[in-house]
């Protein structure tokens, strides 16, 4: 992937429980063990909000299969960041993200911003689940998965309106 085909940011979770403490090596063991050639996200933001690197920007994702407002999948033009986390106790999905890992979240997704700029959206795994209806959103009754279990549009809508700035240019 070249750096000019970067125009969107998918934001996922590892699906694992709450305070289950799991690193880049770890997803990517998963990955591999699922046919992968390696971790499929470029970024992995551990409990203690370290930013562990994964699959070089320079490959083609495989965090996110669907098709992106360019009508090719989001492997091929998107940068993948997945938190630790995502599931309660029991296995249900919850924004189990701690203080680090936010400000962390917070400080990449707008780092990232700032070095490409055709960046057009920053969305969640579950907003890239295709729109059903056709009325122009994916709603909740449309998601595929309820990865990264909080909303990344509500979480950073300086960035949405980044985006749709440079979008009008």
């Given at each position: 992937?070249?750096?000019?085909d970067i125009?969107a940011?998918?934001?996922h979770c590892?699906?694992?429980?709450e305070g289950?403490?799991?690193?880049a090596?770890?997803?990517d063991?998963?990955h ?8 499929g ?5 551990d409990l203690?909000?370290?930013?562990e690197?994964g699959?070089?920007l320079?490959m083609?994702g ?7 407002v360019s ?7 998107s940068?993948?960041?997945c938190y630790?986390?995502g599931l309660?106790?029991?296995g249900?999905?919850?924004?189990t993200?701690t203080r ?13 911003l700032?070095d490409?700029?055709?960046i057009v959206?920053?969305i ?5 689940s295709?729109?059903?209806n056709h009325d122009g ?10 990865c990264?279990?909080f909303?990344?549009?509500?979480e950073f809508?300086?960035?949405?309106c980044?985006?749709?700035e440079?979008k009008?240019?």
């Amino acid at each position: 992937m070249r750096a000019d085909d970067i125009d969107a940011i998918v934001i996922h979770c590892s699906a694992t429980r709450e305070g289950q403490d799991v690193k880049a090596s770890d997803i990517d063991k998963w990955h591999k063990e699922r046919g992968f050639k390696m971790i499929g996200y470029n970024y992995v933001i551990d409990l203690d909000g370290t930013i562990e690197m994964g699959r070089p920007l320079s490959m083609d994702g495989a965090h996110c299969s669907t098709a992106g407002v360019s009508g090719k999948s989001y492997n091929k033009h998107s940068i993948g960041i997945c938190y630790v986390g995502g599931l309660d106790c029991f296995g249900n999905p919850k924004d189990t993200r701690t203080r680090a890992q936010k400000i962390t979240m917070n400080w990449l997704v707008h780092d990232l911003l700032a070095d490409f700029p055709n960046i057009v959206e920053v969305i969640g795994h579950r907003d890239a689940s295709p729109d059903v209806n056709h009325d122009g959103k994916v709603t909740q009754n449309e998601w595929i998965k309820l990865c990264p279990s909080f909303d990344v549009r509500a979480e950073f809508p300086m960035s949405i309106c980044i985006a749709k700035e440079r979008k009008k240019l």
